[in-house]
Antibody
């Protein structure tokens, strides 16, 4: 059975940093692109970042470029999202996903507030 | 990184058929088609269809997807109360990003 388990969310002040982590199991992690998607309270889904299966390419939504870094460890089946210079509009539930495979975690909540 | 266009809401009666639309451009929907996601309140999204009409195992045949040019569609036949949810389309843009629609709230009357 496939599991994606996110961790690392929490309350952080504007300008602060957080590192989200997603632990994958139940599928051949190293074969698939992985993606972070976020959902602000009461809002729709927003793509944040994606990383190719072999880590040869990383892509970001314009609003997080230069502030967020996606990375992966195929030996440990982990995908991380390092977030810095956080802003109030980064507040959201952050999901780890393999979109085309239909694998989604339960999400981890990030709240940016003073 | 402009988003895909979905109607904000659709209302249909029990047992009726609903067709949800999703419009993009030649770089996204028109290139590789769309995925369709269903999200119930308080739950993560669930994949209903990918690359136009490939259904993951366990997804009811009442859900079918199609594409015409830059517009993708999701048709749900025989609407049931449990179909009431938010539906999102998404597509990979060849310039290097996933784009999502704003979501359609489906109400089953």
């Amino acid at each position: 059975e496939v599991h994606l388990v996110e961790s690392g969310g929490g309350l952080v002040q504007p300008g602060g940093s957080l590192r989200l982590s997603c632990a994958a199991s139940g599928f051949t992690f190293s074969d698939y692109w992985m993606t972070w998607v976020r959902q602000a309270p009461g809002r729709g889904l927003e793509w944040v970042a994606s990383i190719k299966a072999d880590d040869s390419n990383r892509f970001y939504v314009d609003s997080v470029k230069g502030r967020f870094t996606i990375s992966r460890d195929n030996a440990r089946n982990l995908v991380d999202l390092q977030m810095s210079s956080l802003r109030a509009d980064d507040t959201a539930l952050y999901y780890c996903a393999s979109i085309t495979m239909g694998y989604w975690g339960q999400g981890t909540l990030v709240t940016v507030s003073s | 990184q402009a988003g895909l266009t979905q109607p904000p809401s659709v209302s249909k009666g029990l047992s009726q058929t609903a067709t949800l639309t999703c419009t993009g451009n030649s770089n996204d929907v028109g290139n590789q088609g769309a995925v369709w996601l269903q999200q119930h309140q308080g739950h993560p999204p669930k994949l209903l269809s990918y690359r136009n009409n490939n259904r993951p195992s366990g997804i009811s045949e009442r859900f079918s997807a199609s594409r015409s040019g830059n517009t993708a569609s999701l048709t749900i036949i025989g609407l049931q109360p449990e179909d009431e949810a938010d539906y999102y389309c998404s597509a990979w843009d060849i310039t290097g990003s996933w784009v999502f629609g704003g979501g359609t709230k489906l109400t089953v009357l």
